[in-house]
């Protein structure tokens, strides 16, 4: 595949991130880089970091934003 991939995620709160990144990790796919987001980023890029180690392959994993950057603590609101 020749498209690079970043992959953001909030991994640690549900079992569906890990299992998204692994299947991300044992695919074609270019990843790049991984982007942790949404409250405790250290611990979730240790874990993501992780998983990319076990997989062998080379891929960054950054710390993002712990919280909205624009403030809005709720990211389910839909406006029309």
Known sequence: MNKKILLSTDIG????DALALLA?????INLRGVCTVNG??????YIAKHLVNLSGREVFVARGESSPVDGH????????
């Open 40 to 45: 405790n980023v250290d611990a979730r890029s």
């Open 24 to 28: 991300v990790l044992n695919s074609d």
């Open 13 to 16: 709160s549900d079992i569906d």
């Open 73 to 80: 603590p709720d990211p389910y609101t839909f406006f029309e």
